[in-house]
């Protein structure tokens, strides 16, 4: 076989599954949204139709917001963690980025058991004011519960570009007489300007097409994913709900695509020891209040389902009872979980790791469209794909049952993950020259891949692997939608629990899925770690 | 320290021409044939396709249609690299950082499905002859430039290549280790009596390795000949300024002697013409009093460099000339002094005189 017909065959797999699996749905999605009584003017009601629109301004306002609160909190707590070096430093930053592989659903919980009918919040303003403060089920819980889910993200973003900036450009323009601040106006920031541009819009777009979340806190809430999913279980409106997707995707991908100059708060260098110590006071306990943030909800899950009674507290003694329940009631959603999440692996690794050593060697325009596709799923809110898929292959009755299509939605989701983390390693070893070392000592192109391209790529395949785990398990924006009464995966059980069982067995839920799910954060740190140090 | 390795083939390229997909021309079809265990260098600098060449040989590269390459007389076009069984050392070594230094050495071994035990004795005796015992087991990145070098090295002569192909290997070390590999370098392959193609910008190292050196430029082969040839008979302006230090001089000839602003020079050469441009050595010029000499002119600079003192002569020629004295000559800036120079170190070019020659006032 010559080199160019194994890249060629590399692609084949990619190809396939895209195709199938997400370009056809997506354009089926789009014939869907026409079929409405407008037809194709059916687009515009999305901006047109009064309640549409007004949904459609909550949710621009709320994700702004979010993003807005997001980037100043972040920047704040990732530029201070990056600069300073003190005892705890590392369980701090590990306490700021473990939510990261938390579903929304599992958030709308935790945002619950914060400012919910039982939450913390609540009881302590009840003994502080005499006033309960309930806010969990409405837009500010909404925007409470994104904030918990971007913080995480941006502050890992902004802590990568501050560690990456070359200390020389700092220096060279002291040396030019540049003074602390000026230093942070004309070299921090613009320099930093990219992460921020970048990491804000993922914030913007997950904001946008959230759907766990709402769907936990309450289903009133009016935002467009809520919108979409009642005009698509409860009013059976197919043609809205699809061009509604439409266009939600469609702003998700726009923000992620054509990312604007985003301003940025400006940040100062100290100036002397004695502001110096403020400064780094006030920073320190800015984000530990942002850590306790984070980790209280987790904390008050974790003793709720342990607790035999929540109401009563802890004083009602420890039990294991309520875990002992949730196995019971949900083991079979465990395995399942498991099951779907290896094979989304296993799938994702055939694909995805001879494609991204296509992609890469292949160049050329071809190589960027292809890349841009593929990847598009990440700008594309679950429910969208979910909508996609079940509008095309729902009438495939037995695969529609099966857990097979849930696998399908779960492998097209997270391939992007897998092709972007073996591509980020291709783009830092140089893969063209190996490649022509081994074809100089006559192995030929499979042998190559297999001897020398595999070996060299293992850290991006280690930390793809880990992260398609991590989100298949997580998974639930489409899951959601993709499930049946039979194929119940953890993430639907959580939901289910969340609606119909008692704190205590949601809470007990919810400890095994942290259980689960920490040991594959804590190995995605490591490995992360690890690259760095090398 | 001879080694059977066999001797290679007697490769042959045939009006073989690079075009890129953008359009850009790399190489001008070009034909040049390397004798079995020659070591010929292409000499050039970035750009002037000599990479392309070598890649092409290599079979990394197709030539545009039309060209051929031959391997004792069999066209191999048809190859990709991994079946033309040719030895290649890149200037990035492209070792397999998964592999240890005794696993990259082997890896083509085992490719070609030799047995493990023959694997083991043919590596121990290339670490052998590369000098990098007790490195076996080490990873890529515990090792120096220098011993990556080796390394990279052993991997293609591990093969028993037909051709040993190398792009600038020594590019990426610092003088002074580039100076001392190439001396190992040249010994190893005179040893070996490969056929082998080194590709390199440093005329240095040209000069010390090759049997031949191509000089090109601009994607053409502009001279090809032992370094003597290029060094002291170079067929261009090009060629004489890309060699060593050359003083290019313009000036009317008659009658055998080049009229010079500060003087008179004889040449070799009997002719008359009115724009000759002649190629003279700083080596070459010796200084003397004033008044001993045909052709002088007033010392404009001095730098002493150690092994010799480069001076900078003005007014002699219409540019200054640079001349190379001994260090233990008091030469001071601003004294007149007298230039001789045997006729036959003075090297008459082809060239068509230049524009810019301004007569001193």
């Known amino acids: 076989m010559t080199h160019r017909s194994f890249v060629l065959a590399c692609l084949a797999p990619l190809a396939l599954v895209t195709t199938a699996f997400f370009l056809l749905p997506m354009g089926r999605l789009m014939l869907v949204g026409a079929t409405g009584p407008h037809g194709l003017a059916g687009y515009l009601d999305i901006v047109l139709e009064p309640r549409y629109r007004a949904t459609l301004i909550n949710t621009v306002v709320l994700a702004a917001a979010t993003t807005l609160a997001t980037m100043v909190i972040a920047t704040i707590s990732g530029m201070f963690l990056e600069r300073h070096r003190f005892p705890g430093r590392s369980i701090l930053i590990a306490m700021l980025t473990f939510p990261l592989a938390f579903p929304g659903v599992v958030i709308g919980f935790l945002i619950i058991l914060l400012a919910g009918r039982q939450g913390v919040i609540g009881d302590l303003t009840q003994i502080l004011t005499g006033e309960k403060i309930v806010f969990a089920y409405s837009i500010w819980g909404l925007f409470l519960g994104y904030l918990y889910f971007s913080i995480p993200r941006v502050i890992l973003t902004i802590m990568a570009a501050v560690q990456k900036l070359d200390p020389g450009l700092e220096e060279a323009a002291r040396s030019l007489g540049a003074g602390p601040w000026a230093v942070q106006r004309d070299v921090v920031l613009p320099a930093l300007g990219p992460a921020f541009v970048a990491s ?335 | 320290m001879t080694m059977d390795l066999g001797h290679g083939v007697a490769v042959r390229i045939e009006a073989c021409g690079k075009t890129f997909a953008d359009g850009t021309r790399a190489l001008e079809p070009a034909t040049l044939d390397i004798a079995r265990g020659e070591t010929l260098v292409l000499l050039g600098p970035s750009g002037c396709g000599k990479t392309t060449m070598l890649r092409i040989i290599a079979g990394l590269e197709t030539p545009d249609s039309g060209g051929r390459v031959l391997f004792d007389g069999r066209d191999v076009a048809s190859e990709p690299i991994e079946r033309r069984n040719v030895g290649m050392v890149f200037q990035s070594y492209a070792l397999f950082p998964n592999m240890s230094v005794a696993d990259n050495i082997g890896y083509g071994l085992k490719i070609r499905g030799v047995s493990k035990a023959d694997r083991a004795a043919r590596v121990a005796e290339l670490v052998r002859l590369t000098n990098i015992e007790g490195l076996e087991n080490r990873r890529i990145d515990q090792l120096s430039g220098g011993q990556r070098q080796r390394v990279a090295l052993a991997r293609a002569v591990a093969i028993r290549p037909a051709v040993l192909l190398l792009d600038e290997p020594l590019t990426a070390l610092d003088a002074a280790l580039r100076e001392r590999l190439r001396g190992e370098l040249d010994r190893l392959l005179r040893s070996l009596g490969i056929t082998t193609i080194y590709v390199t910008h440093d005329q240095a190292e040209a000069m010390a390795l090759g049997d031949r050196i191509v000089v090109m430029s601009k994607g053409m082969i502009t001279q090809v000949g032992t370094p003597r040839d290029v060094y002291l008979r170079p067929e261009s302006r090009f060629v004489a300024e890309f060699i060593g230090a050359a003083n290019i001089v313009e000036a009317e000839l008659r009658d055998g002697r080049l009229l010079l602003p500060g003087g008179i020079l004889a040449v070799a050469d009997a002719g008359s013409r009115p724009g000759a441009v002649a190629m003279i050595r700083p080596e070459t010029i010796s200084l003397t009093a004033p008044e001993a000499a045909m052709l002088s002119g007033h010392v404009d600079g001095v730098s002493f460099v150690g092994d010799r003192q480069r001076v900078i002569v003005t007014g002699a020629a219409a540019k200054p000339l640079t001349v190379d004295a001994s260090n233990s000559a008091v030469v001071r800036t601003g004294e007149r002094v007298g230039l001789t120079i045997s006729p036959e170190a003075i090297w008459l070019l082809s060239d068509p005189p230049s524009n810019d020659v301004r007569p001193e006032g």
């Open chain 1, 200 to 534: 804000g819009a993922i914030a913007f777009a997950t904001a946008m097409g959230a759907f766990g979340t709402a769907f936990t806190l309450a289903t009133n809430i009016d935002v467009l994913p809520m919108l979409i999913y009642t005009e698509f279980t409860l009013a059976a409106n197919f043609a809205t709900a699809a061009s509604l997707s439409i266009g939600l995707g469609l702003i998700s991908w726009a923000i992620l695509r054509y990312r604007a100059h985003s301003p940025a708060a400006p940040w100062r260098r100290r100036a002397d020891a004695m502001r110096d110590r403020l400064i780094f006071i006030a920073q320190l306990s800015f984000t530990l209040l942002v850590a306790a943030f984070l980790v209280v909800p987790a904390l008050l899950s974790i003793s709720a389902g342990i607790t035999a009674n929540y109401f009563r507290g802890i004083s009602s003694g420890v039990t294991l009872q309520w875990v002992a329940q949730v196995w019971e009631l949900y083991a079979d959603t465990i395995a399942l979980s498991f099951l779907i999440a290896f094979a989304t692996l296993g799938a994702t690794l055939v694909i995805g790791v001879p494609a991204a050593y296509a992609l890469h060697v292949r160049g050329g325009t071809l190589s960027r469209v292809t890349e841009e596709v593929v990847t598009l799923p990440l700008a594309i809110p679950g429910m969208a794909i979910a909508l996609a898929l079940l509008l095309t292959y729902g009438g495939f009755g037995g695969f529609r049952r099966s857990w097979m299509f849930i696998l399908v939605g779960h492998v097209v989701f997270t391939l992007p993950f897998m092709l972007r983390s073996v591509m980020a390693v291709f783009a830092t070893i140089d893969v063209g020259t190996l490649d022509e070392g081994a074809a100089s000592l006559g192995a030929s192109p499979m042998r190559r891949f297999i001897d020398v391209i595999v070996p060299n790529a293992m850290p991006g395949i280690v930390a793809g692997s880990l992260m398609v785990v991590t989100l298949s398990l997580g998974e639930f924006n489409l899951t959601w939608m993709l499930h049946t009464p039979l194929t119940k995966t953890l993430p639907v059980g959580l939901a289910d629990s969340y609606a119909s069982m008692r704190l205590e067995v949601a809470s007990a839920y919810t400890l095994i899925f942290f259980i689960m799910i920490v040991p594959l954060l804590v190995a995605m740190q490591l490995v992360a770690g690890k690259e760095q140090r090398a």
